[in-house]
T-cell receptor
Framework: GIQVEQSPPDLILQEGANSTLRCNFS?????LQWFHQNPWGQLINLFYIPSGTKQNGRLSATTVATERYSLLYISSSQTTDSGVYFCARAAAGNKLTFGGGTRVLVKP | GAVVSQHPSRVICKSGTSVKIECRSLDFQATTMFWYRQFPKQSLMLMATSNEGSKATYEQGVEKDKFLINHASLTLSTLTVTSAHPEDSSFYIC???????????FGPGTRLTVT
């Protein structure tokens, strides 16, 4: 089946720091999404990015489909960035397979 | 836009009873809705896919007679956990997608505790 792996599993940042989260997937992708799960469990859509680069404020994402990876960049991190970041890739029928997540803690 | 709600947000029930969870797309028509389960400190696992007006498709290992899914309209899907047991305690999350996009939007989740 489809494999989606995220690294690192845990990340502790000092407020203001930058970081890069990685998502590797086992086959070609036509749908890749990044989500942020806040401490209350809500998944928030960050990016729908099957290829290329997108930016939204302090966050940006790049997917290199030919090399089967995607990166999420967090710049000038804030305590509100804490939570779990998931990437997910869709198979046939738009079924999402989630990676294991990166648990981020931003310290003030 | 693209708001999905779930109700209830939290429910505690006794072992052997049934619990219904509702998932609604508030500002778009969801041709497909998905149900996920998430255990503490783990990732989301897809349970089933439901399309409006047709039977749900369950993932391998998910008991369809235990987790009843109904997608009666383009804005509402329900998940009923029948004869709940403590091992069914989990965080249940729905998502919705419209027919012209691959992007899924997620509800806030329902925390089920079976005592």
């Amino acid at each position: 089946g489809i494999q989606v792996e995220q690294s690192p599993p845990d990340l502790i940042l000092q407020e203001g720091a930058n970081s890069t989260l990685r998502c590797n997937f086992s086959d070609s992708v036509n749908n890749l999404q990044w989500f942020h799960q806040n401490p209350w469990g809500q998944l928030i859509n960050l990016f729908y990015i099957p290829s290329g680069t997108k930016q939204n404020g302090r966050l940006s994402a790049t997917t290199v489909a030919t090399e089967r990876y995607s990166l999420l960049y967090i710049s000038s991190s804030q305590t509100t960035d804490s939570g779990v970041y998931f990437c997910a890739r869709a198979a046939a029928g738009n079924k999402l397979t989630f990676g294991g997540g990166t648990r981020v803690l931003v310290k003030p | 836009g693209a708001v999905v709600s779930q109700h209830p947000s939290r429910v505690i029930c006794k072992s052997g009873t049934s619990v219904k969870i509702e998932c609604r797309s508030l500002d778009f028509q969801a041709t497909t809705m998905f149900w996920y389960r998430q255990f503490p400190k783990q990732s989301l696992m897809l349970m089933a896919t439901s399309n409006e007006g047709s039977k749900a498709t369950y993932e391998q290992g998910v008991e369809k007679d235990k987790f009843l899914i109904n997608h009666a309209s383009l804005t509402l899907s329900t998940l009923t956990v029948t004869s709940a047991h403590p091992e069914d305690s989990s965080f249940y999350i729905c998502s919705a997608a419209s027919g012209n996009t691959y992007e899924q939007y997620f509800g806030p989740g329902t925390r089920l505790t079976v005592t």
